[in-house]
């Protein structure tokens, strides 16, 4: 219940061991017919450096001046690991387009879980680098494919800051026997 995002993060990154249990936490996602339509490039390290080269050529492609740019290169290294989450539709007549697209997001919401229960922070960020078509044909996305975003891992450089609860009021309605539609839980 006390789920944020951590925007700051630093060294050190997970460890094998830590990303391991963040690898098994997405695939125990929702996957009607088991199709794991969802694919993940990680970018650790001087693997960054990779990630950082292609949001700079992404912005320069799109016209962005100098200051852009250098903001775009250095996007990658807000964080000691980067995760691209890609749904990769697999075409199947009992699961759509949009199903496959709500079993990636699950699964990168069970690796976000995952880097909070381990005590790292994560920031899911999307952004105009994720609707990007030169950073798509990049990361060898197909036209029915989908990048979702990229998860941001690392360790929170300052206290997780903990958002107020949110009211639930107009947000959940309750249909049963003795409701016609109320708002809340008794």
Not at 1 to 9: A, E, I, K, N
């Amino acid at each position: 219940m006390t789920r944020s995002s951590m925007p700051r993060l630093m060294e050190p990154g997970p460890t094998r061991e830590q990303l391991a249990i963040i690898e098994a936490a997405a695939l125990r996602a929702p996957d009607h017919m088991q199709l794991t339509p969802y694919r993940f490039y990680g970018y650790r390290g001087d693997g960054r450096q990779q990630l950082s080269q292609l949001f700079a050529t992404a912005s320069k492609a799109r016209g962005d001046d100098e200051v852009a740019v250098n903001h775009a290169a250095q996007l990658p290294f807000r964080a000691p690991v980067l995760i691209a989450a890609v749904m990769q539709h697999q075409p199947h007549d009992k699961v759509p387009w949009v199903e496959q697209i709500c079993s990636t997001a699950a699964a990168v919401m069970a690796m976000q879980q995952a880097c909070f229960a381990q005590g790292l922070g994560a920031i899911w960020r999307t952004g105009w680098l994720a609707q990007d078509e030169f950073v798509r044909t990049e990361l060898g996305l197909a036209e029915d494919d989908e990048l979702i975003g990229f998860l941001y891992v690392g360790t929170p450089a300052v206290p997780t800051p903990i958002k107020p609860a949110r009211e639930a009021s107009g947000v959940f309605q309750w249909f049963d026997s003795t409701s016609k539609g109320e708002s809340g839980a008794d």
